[in-house]
């Protein structure tokens, strides 16, 4: 495997990007994810469950993703069916923008199978003005990432988002203190602008909606076990990708990007044509770029801007530990996902 190139920090005065400028500035080698192992003790210190195996022990949920065509996303073009892509990142905030993702996922999950929490409570979801924005928030959780400058970790905003805050539909709020900002639409400057920490009046209604549960994600089989029950997935690596797809909706690995990205759905039926051709499981994985920035069929009902990646390339991108699940739980209990969302053999 050749060298990693030398990824470095984004310049002050870059700016917000247009989309060819963002897609350049990953190739180039600047970190929308960054590491911070004093984060990741941190984050392990306060899990419940540090991995998903613990927690797969405790719930019964090893191996209920094999054999299934598993898409959790449609859970979420069910209700809003211009959510995905989402809008074109134009900031280094790529970790906050899958880590939305990946919370949307698992709500909507939750929306669809309307079963009631440990509190009795069954989510709700009020639709949002402008759905094709993203729904959930990303630039709260992007102002969290306890610095000034561009780039984020996902050990840090794993910890905001269930631990000192929460999440935030796509709608205006009038703060106590901060006053009145529109989160209707995906403005990356805002999150931008309130780093490294926004006031306590945004955290304290950001914590009304807390992210009960999250845990690492260490192998494929739990990535594809973790979509399979409708927990969402955030990763980063150091992986890029062909902006070209194939006839199955796939994308080769190509080049370096220190980024995140959220996977949204799995593949492991072993009579898929797209896993005879390319191996089991398959992951859906969903950028953050738009939906002009790759090009080729789409496989699956997938949204446009995401690709299929086989089980070598996901394995590599958990190595170094920047794999998530999400869940509204205490705890990932199993779900079985609506007909829409999973097929195959059990």
């Known amino acids: 495997m050749p060298d990693l190139p030398r990824f470095s920090q984004w310049p002050d005065d870059l700016g917000p990007l247009r989309p060819g400028d963002v897609r350049e500035a990953y190739r180039s080698g600047l970190q929308g994810a960054i590491?911070?192992?004093?984060?990741?003790?941190?984050?392990?210190?306060?899990?419940?469950?540090?991995?998903?195996?613990?927690?797969?022990?405790?719930?019964?949920?090893?191996?209920?993703?094999?054999?299934?065509?598993?898409?959790?996303?449609?859970?979420?073009?069910?209700?809003?069916?211009?959510?995905?892509?989402?809008?074109?990142?134009?900031?280094?905030?790529?970790?906050?923008?899958?880590?939305?993702?990946?919370?949307?996922?698992?709500?909507?999950?939750?929306?669809?199978?309307?079963?009631?929490?440990?509190?009795?409570?069954?989510?709700?979801?009020?639709?949002?003005?402008?759905?094709?924005?993203?729904?959930?928030?990303?630039?709260?959780?992007?102002?969290?990432?306890g610095h000034r400058g561009e780039g984020a970790s996902c050990d840090r905003l794993a910890r905001y988002v269930s631990e000192f805050g929460g999440v935030l539909l796509r709608k205006p709020y009038t703060f106590p203190e901060s006053g009145e900002i529109d989160l209707s639409a995906y403005d990356g400057d805002i999150g931008y602008q309130l780093g490294p920490m926004p006031a306590a009046d945004i955290l304290e209604k950001a914590s009304e909606h807390k992210i009960r549960s999250v845990t690492r994600l260490e192998t494929v089989e739990q990535a594809r076990d973790a979509l399979a029950n409708g927990y969402g997935v955030n990763v980063c690596s150091n992986y890029g990708f062909s902006s070209k797809r194939d006839r199955f909706g796939y994308s080769r690995p190509r080049g370096y990007w220190a980024h995140a990205m959220a996977w949204i759905g799995v593949i492991d039926d072993p009579v898929d044509p797209a896993c005879r051709a390319h191996g089991r499981p398959l992951f859906l994985v969903l950028n953050s770029w738009g939906k002009n920035w790759n090009a080729g069929t789409l496989y699956h009902e997938q949204p446009a801007g995401s690709f299929w990646i086989n089980a070598r390339t996901a394995g590599g991108m958990l190595q170094r530990g920047g794999g998530f699940a999400f869940s509204n739980f205490d705890g990932f209990p199993a779900q079985r996902l609506p007909d829409y969302g999973a097929t195959g053999i059990v």
């Open 35 to 145: 590491r911070e192992p004093e984060e990741a003790d941190a984050l392990d210190e306060s899990l419940a469950w540090k991995t998903w195996a613990d927690a797969a022990d405790q719930f019964g949920t090893a191996e209920t993703g094999r054999g299934k065509l598993s898409r959790p996303w449609l859970c979420a073009t069910k209700y809003e069916p211009e959510i995905w892509p989402g809008p074109t990142q134009t900031r280094g905030d790529c970790v906050s923008r899958g880590q939305a993702v990946a919370c949307a996922v698992t709500m909507f999950v939750e929306v669809a199978l309307a079963e009631p929490d440990e509190d009795g409570e069954i989510e709700e979801y009020q639709p949002v003005e402008f759905p094709d924005q993203g729904v959930v928030a990303s630039e709260i959780i992007y102002a969290c990432r």
